[in-house]
């Protein structure tokens, strides 16, 4: 059996996901993280926020399984034989 451990990477993204996530619902339901005086504005700030976090935090590979990390393991040491 090998090391299966999520990296630090995936967390962070995750977490930013979630924030962003996080702060999308509570200003459709008026209570804003991020306190903005105009509505439109907070809206579309917020939106860009959550679309962007989405965007990076799941543009890379982000394992979570055991399979998923041993194959992460097993791609990676493919990798490393072909260079």
Sequence with gaps: MGNYKISTATIVRTVCLLLALANQLLSA???????????????????????????????NNNSFSKEAIQADSVLENLKKQVH
């Design 29 to 59: 339901m008026g209570k804003p993280i991020i306190p903005i005086e105009s509505s439109t504005v907070e809206q579309l700030v917020t939106a860009g926020i959550t679309t962007v976090t989405a965007l990076v935090a799941w543009w």
